[in-house]
């Protein structure tokens, strides 16, 4: 991480977790990372079952505003993106089309995320796997 922030003269990192600010990473940022001395911006994933994706609006410094839209592009896996004939694959590109209409930020950032397994609500299902 402290490689490719060098590299890249990153000004900010963002972290998209669905662990949100208890995210281990975010807390140990500067202690694993010492000389990255660069603000740390993490968002959470929303619970929203509807499509499992997330709107976030960050402030930063001088009243700036930073628009963040998480895309949960699990739902797509095996799909081609632009035939979506699935009503989960319509139901996420409306979210999307919709969210971006509603960005009243300085920066808009969209991050596509595939979520491995939220251990709290599959804790179950891993446990029948195992045997």
């Known amino acids: 991480m402290e490689d490719v922030a060098k590299a890249y003269d990153a000004r900010f990192v ?17 202690w694993l990372f010492p000389s ?21 609006q960050i402030r930063l410094p001088h009243g700036e505003a930073l628009d963040i839209i998480g895309v949960n592009t699990g739902s797509l896996q095996g799909k ?4 979506l004939p ?14 971006l209409e509603a960005t009243n930020g300085h920066w808009c950032i969209v991050v596509g995320f595939h979520p491995l ?12 796997k195992k045997i």
Request: glycine share 4%; proline share 4%.
């Open 36 to 56: 990255l001395k660069v603000p740390w911006y993490t968002t959470k994933a929303s619970k929203e079952k509807e499509v499992g994706c997330f709107q976030e």
């Open 80 to 83: 081609i993106p632009t035939a």
């Open 86 to 99: 699935s009503a989960s694959g319509d139901l996420l590109l409306n979210w999307l089309k919709s969210a």
């Open 14 to 30: 963002i972290n998209s977790s669905e662990l949100g600010e208890d995210d281990p990473l975010k807390q140990n940022a500067t």
């Open 117 to 128: 397994v939220i251990c709290e609500e599959h804790e179950e299902q891993l446990e029948a």
